[in-house]
Every structure is written in C-alpha cells, then in structure tokens.
C-alpha cells in the first residue's frame, strides 16, 4: 500500500503482515461483538457543526491528561500481547509514543516487560495493573513499577473474570503460538513478522515468567493465569493498592454512573470511561454513549478519560467536547505496529492529529481547550 490515508488503512495492512492469532486477538471482541462494533458506530451518529470565515490560525492541540502535558488529548491504551503483533512492539510503541509526545500505557500481559521499556525509553510511561489472587505478585509489580519510575498507574477494574472471545478460542492463542499445522502454514506467509520474532528474545509474558514461583515456561504461565484473575476483587483493594503505589492512580473499566462515583470517592486521579473495548460484556453500552452521563455524575471531583472504538481525530475531538479530557487508543496503534514497526505507530498517531487539528478549525476553533459541547449539533448529540 503505497499511500497511507488512515487508520483503517493500516488495518488493512496489518491483516496481512499479522499472523491470523494476534490479528484476531485484537481486532475482535466477545461472543456476538455487538459492543466491539457500537463503540465505533456511536460515534458516526454524532454530528458537528461546521463554521466558516472564523480566524483559525495558530491552531494548538496541546492540553494535559493528570498534569501531563500533551501533544493531543490521546494515550497509548494498555494491550495485552502486543509484542506478538511485530516484535519488541511494547518498546517500539512507546518509543513512538514518546517522540510524538503522548503518554505509553504498558499492559501487565505484556510481551516486553516493565524493565525492558523503561530501559530503552527517557519519558517516564504508564503502567497498567491487573489484580491477581497472589498478592505477593502484585506488590512486586507495584514496586517494579515504581522502581521503573512509572508516571502512574491505571488499575483495571473490569476484568475480574475473562469474557469469551470465540475467535481466541478457535485460534488456540498463546504466545509464543503454538506450532501446529494450520498455524505453521498461516505463519508461512508472514516472513516480515516471522523474521522479526526471530531476532528478539521477547517472546513471552515478559512482567510474569522469571518473576512468579513455580512459572518457568509457556505451560505453567497458561494454567497460573487461567486462575489467578481475582473474582473477589473490591474496592477496599482499590485503597490499599493505591496507598502502596503512592502515585498518581487512574480507574479503568467504568462504564456506570454508581461505578463512576465510587472511582471519585476513592481519591484516583482520574478514570476512564471503557468497557474492555468489547472484550468483556457483550451488550454493554458502547464507550461513547456512557460518557456524558458519567462525566455528570462526577463533577470536577475526578477527571474523566475514555476508550473504546476511537479510529480518527474527529472520535477524539467528539469526546472532548462530550467532557472527556483524555482518550486512549488500542486498536487504532495496535494496526500500525503490525502494518509498520515503531513508524506504523507514528503514523497512527500522525493520522490522528492531523484529523483533528482539521476537524477543530472546521468547527471554527484554534485551540482544543476551548472546545466545548457546542461543536456538536444538539439532536445527534443526546446520546
């Protein structure tokens, strides 16, 4: 593909350089898919105002998520196995992250670990916790987190169990893959990513093998995880996580109003507004719709961030007028890490800019943070 105009078009790319396992892992969602697709359809519905001879130049996008400065309203989102869609893909993502000027969120099933990131990158990233049955893991990776000198750390609520993805299941995914025949003859013809595995070592849960008793290879890895996602998970651990951390603490995983003030009272910095980008409850409202009711039920008491199906600058710039003050994008940099290394990201995130410096001069503004509801046209707005 010669020219690269969007983000669909580095999914495309990446459906052909990416073994079917980890191209699927990504670009799927739980049983129907209903909520993987409305993330991404709700927001087509939403539609803006166009404003003509306003003064537009001078244009900034530039804001803060917790006090970051940034060069746009957007994160890397935390993704498991990411160094499975082109390898070191943890590493190169958050390089690209970093040079753009954006904030890499590094997932706790990742393939590169806490420790190989931080030493191949000078901005501080942050760091994404699920909590395990073994605490004792869990307070290692808090510390090596903090050793790592995370910026913060967001703490996935909504994954106490693991929704079903038929596609997973079909495909038999692990890391490193299985080598059956199908996925022998699939890999076959993806040399570009097979010769990129071969020359890394990173080819396994890099923050669980060699750090959890007992968890040496592929095998006991499968078997600890399958049982260790804690389904007695509270919000009493919320507290004692946050106070061993002592950091800045951002809630992933709310999607309910009751949910979204219990993230403000426990004193996180912010939240964000996600329902596991269709990963987790099929038939969940989508990300977008939930948003503004959240952001109500708030206040200024926590700031709000969302995820899940943001694929341009314009979604971006629709949830910011929609009260978000951040967003986080999977997928959108998942496609451009497997269409392209660390300058597939980039572009991914290039792409995303640009679409949005243009939408916010077509709505008539200069600078993000004077974008507010009003851009929206009022009917297409009442979600």
């Known amino acids: 593909m010669s020219v690269i105009t969007c983000i669909e078009d580095l999914r495309v790319l990446a459906q052909k350089r990416v073994p079917r396992m980890f191209y699927d892992y990504a670009d799927s969602g739980s049983w129907t898919e209903s909520t993987y697709r409305a993330n991404e359809a709700d927001f087509q519905s939403i539609k803006l ?48 992250a970093e040079a753009f000027g954006v904030p890499f969120t590094l997932s706790t ?12 990158t000078a901005t501080p990233f942050w760091f994404q916790l699920y909590v395990m049955k073994d605490r004792g893991f869990i307070h290692s990776l808090i510390d090596r987190a903090k050793a790592a000198k995370c910026e913060a750390l967001v703490l996935t609520l909504d994954l106490q169990i693991l929704g079903q993805r038929h596609k997973d299941l079909r495909n038999g995914l692990s890391a490193p893959p299985k080598l059956t025949l199908p996925n022998l ?6 040399p570009r990513w097979c010769l990129g595995m071969l020359g890394t070592p990173r080819r396994q849960f890099g923050n669980i093998v060699g750090h959890v008793k007992g968890v040496g290879d592929m095998g006991s890895l499968s078997e600890w995880t399958a049982k260790q996602f804690d389904p007695q998970l509270s919000w009493n651990d919320v507290q004692w996580i946050r106070e061993r951390w002592g950091g800045k603490l951002i809630i ?103 679409e949005l410096d243009l939408t916010m001069a077509f709505c008539g503004h200069r600078r993000l943070v004077d974008v507010d509801r009003s851009i929206l046209l009022k009917d297409t707005a009442r979600l």
């Not at 935390?78 to 958050?94: R, S």
């Not at 003859?185 to 993806?190: C, E, F, L, S, Y």
């Open 252 to 354: 992933k995983g709310i999607i309910d109003e009751e949910d979204a003030k219990l993230a403000a009272a426990s004193g996180a910095d912010a939240l964000i507004v996600s329902n596991h980008g269709g990963r987790q409850l099929d038939g969940a409202e989508s990300s977008i719709r939930a948003l503004p009711r959240i952001v109500e039920a708030v206040g200024d008491r926590i700031e709000v961030h969302m995820d899940g199906g943001i694929r341009s600058g314009q979604d971006v710039l629709k949830a910011w007028a929609l009260g978000a003050r951040g967003t986080y994008i999977g997928r959108a940099f998942l496609y451009g890490l497997g269409a392209m290394g660390r300058p597939g990201v980039a572009k991914a995130l290039e792409i995303i800019h640009r």
């Open 109 to 120: 099933m990742s393939i590169c670990s806490i420790e190989d990131v931080a030493a191949r």
């Open 185 to 190: 003859i699939n890999m076959a013809t993806k």
């Open 49 to 96: 105002r166009q404003r003509v001879a306003v003064d537009i130049e001078g244009r900034t996008t530039a804001t803060e998520m917790i006090g970051r400065p940034v060069r746009m309203p957007v994160a890397i989102a935390p993704t498991g196995l990411t160094g499975m869609q082109h390898a070191d893909g943890e590493i190169l993502a958050a390089q690209a």
